[in-house]
C-alpha cells in the first residue's frame, strides 16, 4: 500500500520535477553567457531528483549537467570553489558521462574526474559506485 | 601513541582473539585450524592448534572470565573449547545451520553467545546444565541476507546485527530460565527473538556493528565508505552519518562513549571522536607513514589512475599492472579484525589489536583525554 502511495506521489511531481529542469537550463545558459561556469555548474547539480525513478528526468536533468559541464575551462578552480555536498553527485554525473563512449564528454570527464578524485578521496567514487538508491 | 607491537604469524589470518590474561593469542591462519600462541619473553611459540573445523574458521572469541573459546566456521558447526590441563577440549554446539557461520561473540555475562550466520538467522547458544550441553536457539525472521557481524548491548538481552541486505537491527535475546527479568525493562520487550528496531541508512553491505559502553550508541560501517553512529536506539533513535574520504571500513571498536577506532580496507586504523554536543566526526589516521601525508596521496592515485589518464593519447602498453607496493604503515593489507586489550582496573580503553590479511597482529596504544 505504501509503495503504491510513493509511486503516485511520484507520477505527480514528475511534471513538476520537468519543469524544474527547464527553468535550471535558461539559469544556467545566462550564467554561461556571463561566463560564470563554476555557478552554472552548481545550479546544473542543485536539486537534482535523485530518487525518481523517471528516466526522462533524469535523462533531462543529465543534459543540463552536461552542458554545464563542458563549459568548464579550469578545472582547478572549479573544483576548489565547489562544496563538499556536491562531490557524491558531481562523481556519478561524471561516471554518466564516461559511460556515454563520446570522446569530447569523455575528455572532459576524465579531466574534471582526476581532479575530484584528488580532492574528494576514493571514498566519493565507492560511494557513487555503490548507490543504487540515488541514481543519476 | 601507536603500533606499539607488529608480529607476523602467517600469511593471512582471518581473525584472532586474546587470552584473558592476553599471554596468549587464538588465530585462524586462513585455513580449518585455529592456532594458539604463547609469549615467552620476545619470542611466541606455538602452544597448540586446534583442528575439529573442517572448513575455515570465522569467528573466534575468548571469554575472559570463564576462559573459554567459542569458535565457528564456514562448515557450518561451533565448537567452545575449554583447557583442562594442558589440552583444550570441544564440545560440539549443533547450531541446526544450513549455510556458513561468519560471525561469533560471548555475551557480556558469558552465558550466551550469538552466531551470524549466511541463513539469514541468528543463532542464540546458551549452556543447559541438566544435559550438559549447549543449546542453539534460532532467530530466523526479518533479515534478507547474510548477517554479518553481532554485537552485545552490555545488558546481556539485546543484540544488534549488520547484514548484507544493508541494514542493521536490534533483537532481543532473552531467554527464561538463562537470564533474569530486569525490574526496569518492559515486559513487552522480553520475547525471545523480537526486533526492537530496523535501521535503514546504509544502502551498501553493513558490517562491524558495536555498541558504546555504556550502551546508548551504536555505530556501524557501510561498504560505501560511510560510517552511521546512531543514539538513543531504542526510544527515540537520532542518527548521524559520515562519509569517509577513503575505503570502507570492516570493524569498529569503541574505546569510550566518545572515541571509536574503525579499521577496513585502508590498512589503517582511522579514530572518530564525538564532541560535547555528540556530534561525530573523523579526526584522523592511527599510523604514522613513512611518505609524508599529501605527497602518498599524489603519489598512490596517480600509480592506479596514471595508465588510465595517459591512454587518451593513444600509446599502446605492453607493460603489465604493477604489483601495489607496501605502502609504509604496519599493515600491508585490509585490516578485518579489531579486538579489545582491557588493562586490569581501566575504565577506558586505551589498547586493541587489529589482525588482517597480511597475516599480521598489530597492538596499538592511544592516549585517551578523558
Known amino acids: 500500500m505504501e509503495a503504491e502511495e510513493e509511486y503516485l506521489e511520484a507520477e505527480e511531481n514528475l511534471e513538476a520535477i520537468i519543469t524544474r529542469i527547464e527553468h535550471k537550463s535558461r539559469k544556467i545558459e545566462t550564467l554561461l553567457k556571463q561566463s560564470k561556469p563554476v555557478d552554472a555548474l552548481k545550479t546544473a547539480l542543485e536539486g537534482s531528483a535523485l530518487k525518481t525513478r523517471d528516466e526522462r528526468c533524469k535523462s533531462a536533468n543529465w543534459i543540463v549537467v552536461h552542458r554545464a559541464v563542458m563549459a568548464i575551462k579550469d578545472v582547478d578552480g572549479m573544483i576548489s570553489s565547489l562544496d563538499p555536498e556536491y562531490y557524491d553527485i558531481l562523481m556519478k554525473y561524471l561516471y554518466r558521462g564516461l559511460a556515454t563512449g563520446d570522446r569530447p564528454t569523455c575528455d572532459q570527464c576524465l579531466r574534471i574526474h582526476e581532479k575530484l578524485t584528488e580532492k574528494a578521496g576514493l571514498g566519493c567514487i565507492l560511494r557513487s559506485l555503490s548507490d543504487t538508491v540515488n541514481t543519476v | ?370
Not at chain 2, 600469511?11 to 585450524?33: G, K, L, R
Not at chain 2, 569458535?71 to 549443533?94: A, C, F, K, M
Request: aromatic share 10%; hydrophobic share 35%.
Open chain 2, 1 to 370: 601513541m601507536a603500533a606499539v607491537a607488529v608480529h607476523q604469524f602467517a600469511e593471512c589470518i582471518t581473525c584472532h582473539a586474546w587470552s584473558p590474561d592476553q599471554s596468549m593469542v587464538a588465530f585462524c591462519p586462513n585455513n580449518s585450524e585455529v592456532h594458539i600462541y604463547k609469549l615467552f619473553g620476545e619470542k611466541w611459540e606455538k602452544m597448540h592448534v586446534l583442528s575439529k573445523h573442517d572448513q575455515i574458521v570465522c569467528g573466534i572469541d575468548w571469554s575472559l572470565k570463564s576462559n573459554k573459546l567459542v569458535t565457528v566456521s564456514h562448515d557450518r558447526n561451533s565448537y567452545v573449547w575449554s583447557q583442562e590441563g594442558t589440552e583444550w577440549v570441544p564440545t560440539l554446539v549443533i547450531l541446526r545451520l544450513n549455510r556458513a557461520a561468519l560471525c561469533v561473540q560471548w555475551s557480556p555475562k558469558e552465558n550466551k553467545f550469538a552466531v551470524g550466520s549466511g541463513a539469514k538467522s541468528i543463532c542464540i547458544c546458551y549452556y543447559e546444565q541438566e544435559n550438559n550441553w549447549w543449546v542453539s536457539k534460532l532467530i530466523r525472521k526479518k533479515h534478507e541476507s547474510s548477517v554479518t557481524n553481532v554485537a552485545w548491548h552490555p545488558d546481556n538481552i539485546l543484540l544488534a546485527t549488520t547484514s548484507t541486505d544493508g541494514k542493521c537491527r536490534v533483537f532481543s535475546t532473552y531467554i527464561k530460565g538463562v537470564d533474569s527479568k530486569e525490574s526496569e525493562s518492559s515486559s513487552s520487550d522480553l520475547k525471545f527473538g523480537e526486533q526492537i528496531a530496523q535501521l535503514d541508512l546504509s544502502v551498501t553491505w553493513a558490517f562491524g556493528v558495536r555498541w558504546s559502553p555504556s550502551g546508548s550508541i551504536l555505530a556501524y560501517a557501510g561498504h560505501n565508505s560511510m560510517i552511521h553512529f546512531i543514539d538513543d536506539v531504542k526510544s527515540n533513535p537520532s542518527a548521524q552519518s559520515i562519509p569517509l574520504r577513503d575505503l570502507p571500513l570492516r570493524d569498529l571498536l569503541f574505546l569510550s562513549d566518545r572515541v571509536v577506532v574503525g579499521v577496513g580496507f585502508d590498512c589503517n586504523p582511522m579514530i572518530f571522536t564525538a564532541d560535547d554536543t555528540g556530534l561525530w566526526s573523523f579526526t584522523k589516521f592511527l599510523d604514522q607513514r613513512k611518505a609524508a601525508p599529501s605527497s602518498s596521496r599524489g603519489s598512490q592515485l596517480s600509480e592506479a589512475f596514471g595508465k588510465l589518464y595517459g591512454t587518451s593519447k593513444q600509446v599502446p602498453s605492453n607493460d603489465t599492472v604493477e604489483p601495489s607496493k607496501p605502502r609504509g604503515g604496519a599493515h600491508e593489507n585490509c585490516i578485518t579484525c579489531i579486538v579489545p586489550l582491557w588493562k586490569r582496573g581501566n575504565t577506558t580503553l586505551c589498547r586493541f589489536s587489529t589482525s588482517g590479511l597480511d597475516g599480521k597482529v598489530v597492538i596499538w596504544e592511544l592516549d585517551i583525554p578523558k
